[in-house]
């Protein structure tokens, strides 16, 4: 199966959940969002959201400020 990742092509076996794509990335870090298809993922879904052929995954890192 193939997703993107910061619009860089990325081959996977399935079925994976994010969780288990950014860890094995090492991208499971503190700190760090991730949009699928153009929409926030919650991180709290990460575990439970299975990737699909052709998904977008954006991951950057959260900033805040005020």
């Known amino acids: ?3 993107l990742l910061n619009d860089e ?5 399935m079925p994976l959940t994010v969780a288990a ?3 094995q990335r ?3 870090t503190p700190g760090v969002a991730l949009a699928l298809n153009h929409q926030i993922l919650p991180r709290s ?6 990737l699909e ?3 977008h995954l954006l991951l950057f890192q959260v900033i805040a400020g005020g």
């Open 21 to 23: 794509f950014l860890s």
């Open 26 to 28: 090492q991208l499971l």
């Open 1 to 3: 199966m193939h997703v």
């Open 45 to 50: 879904r990460w575990e439970e959201h299975y």
């Open 9 to 13: 092509r990325q081959e996977c076996d």
């Open 53 to 55: 052929e052709g998904d």
